[in-house]
């Protein structure tokens, strides 16, 4: 799988990445992401706040334009914003493209391509799990393009579990070479967390392993995630357009879930096809044979008469 596909399947996540900068004057309850085989898929998140609808309105359009003018004008878009006893629910849509910008960095790929002991995502997941977390990553903030550093051993270890809630060091993933063959992994590197209290991924298949620096499995398909404070540098432009530095802490999840894919509609689709033609062609040969075999045995029987 290349590159350019990988971030065309990422999307789903980078569009719930977008909602984010939506409570810096709010509390989020709850992010809940899913991903749909076709890589389309919606994110829901519960709001706390007292702006009216046309002010929390007017704020969501803002931060989601910023995102469209990174990304493509019909990426995703808000399907719906429900008035709630505390706030808001926000509900977005989104699609497959072949390129994201959002407040992170995402992947969704075949897990053999991260299990090569050489290889380069291999030896970020063994950064990671050694606490090393260095990443560089441009985002919008207060809507301005600026960047988040997160320098080389400043973060938390993601440590990796199997299903079974026991501790599975990389080594040992990478020995599991037949549910590595079959799997897919999804990536999150996510920044900038600001009220967030905790993100739900579901992903469309039977998680075997989950890492993190602070996550539950919530059931086979899905992991919560919970960010972690974490020392992170920001990069913005000033009015007269010089950089300015600013250190400080940000909430972050860093993680990866390793699934092995289900069956999509479609694919379920084709093989229902597929049997239902398959039986077809056995029936109307079997009636076939059958009507021709009465024709020999009816052609015999009078010939047997006439002599």
Request: glycine share 10%; proline share 3%; with cysteine.
């Amino acid at each position: 799988m290349n590159k350019t596909k990988r971030c065309a399947m990422a999307v789903w996540l980078a569009a719930f990445l977008a909602v984010t900068a939506l409570f810096a004057g709010g509390a989020a309850l709850q992010y809940d992401v899913r991903i749909k085989h076709s890589g389309k898929g919606e994110a829901t998140v519960s709001v706390q706040t007292d702006e009216t609808l046309q002010e929390f309105t007017e704020r969501v359009n803002a931060v989601i334009g910023d995102y469209l003018v990174l990304s493509a004008d019909d990426m995703y878009e808000v399907e719906k914003i429900t008035k709630t006893d505390g706030g808001y629910d926000v509900r977005v849509s989104f699609r497959r493209i072949d390129k994201i910008r959002g407040m992170g960095l995402t992947d969704f790929a075949d897990a053999s391509e991260y299990f090569v002991e050489t290889g380069e995502d291999y030896m970020k997941l063994l950064r990671w799990q050694s606490g090393n977390l260095r990443i560089v990553a441009s985002m919008m903030i207060e809507h301005r393009m600026g960047t988040v550093r997160i320098s080389g051993g400043d973060g938390y270890p993601v440590l990796a579990k199997d299903i079974g809630g026991r501790d599975a060091p990389l080594e040992s993933i990478l020995a599991d070479t037949e549910t590595i063959a079959k799997s897919k992994i999804v990536s999150l590197s996510l920044l900038n967390l600001e009220g967030v209290t905790s993100i739900k991924v579901t992903v469309p298949g039977k998680i075997g392993y989950y890492a993190g620096g602070n996550c539950e499995l919530v059931s086979e398909d899905t992991v919560e995630y919970f960010p972690i404070a974490t020392p992170v540098v920001t990069e913005m432009a000033d009015e007269d357009g010089n950089p300015v530095f600013v250190e400080g802490e940000s909430p972050t999840v860093f993680g990866y879930i390793i699934f092995d894919p289900s069956l999509s509609p479609l694919e379920i689709a084709v093989i229902v096809i597929a049997s239902v033609v398959v039986v077809g062609l056995v029936t109307s040969a079997l009636v076939y044979l059958y009507r021709r075999g009465r024709r020999v045995v009816e052609k015999q029987r009078k010939e047997g008469e006439s002599e």
